[in-house]
């Protein structure tokens, strides 16, 4: 795995869009600093600017680079939760500007999965973490189920867990507003 996690992070500092198993789904990604990369995915996606992507980090501490405020509570929930749970904050910052929702808003979500985990703390920036589906197709929920259309969009894919059957569901959705209320968007 340790060549695997070299080369992807390569491919990402380089500007690169890579197809890459996550703790949920297989997921589209790249540097999530990067707008022209970001862009990149909006495209391969065909996906509306406006509908922002959400981030994985490999761990809690580094939300605070990434959020003006990171309410105490998140980091209860993010560590009780026995399944993956993305989390919505509000006034996110250090990403790429067309990454961030027209609220200025983030989504984030510690992984909790191997190959993500190790990329990301590689790297020492999160990274986009998108279904890899045309936006409006079903979610591909184990490698052989991606569309070759994706397939042949990205500059990596990644062998690790390829042959992996298992089909996990997308994460759980929470959203903090700026006055820490919280809203389940998905359970």
Do not use: H
């Amino acid at each position: 795995m340790e060549e695997e996690v070299k080369k992807t992070v390569e491919i990402l500092r380089k500007g690169g869009v890579i197809l890459y198993p996550t703790d949920t789904v297989w997921g589209i990604g790249c540097d999530a600093t990067n707008e022209a990369a970001v862009k990149r995915i909006y495209e391969i996606k065909r996906r509306a600017d406006e509908k922002s992507m959400l981030v994985l980090v490999d761990n809690a501490e580094r939300i605070g680079g990434y959020v003006k405020d990171v309410p105490s509570l998140a980091y209860d929930l993010a560590e009780m939760s026995e399944k993956p749970l993305t989390i919505i904050y509000p006034g996110a910052k250090n990403l790429a500007q067309n990454l961030i929702a027209p609220d200025g808003s983030i989504g984030i979500r510690i992984t909790g999965e191997a190959f993500s985990k190790a990329i990301c703390y590689r790297l020492q920036k999160p990274i986009v973490s998108t279904s890899a589906n045309i936006s409006g197709e079903p979610t591909a929920a184990i490698f052989p189920d991606i569309s070759d259309e994706i397939k042949n969009a990205v500059d990596y894919i990644v062998r690790y867990r390829q042959n992996d059957k298992k089909k996990s569901a997308p994460s759980s959705i929470i959203k903090f507003s700026s006055e820490n209320i919280v809203e389940v968007i998905r359970k």
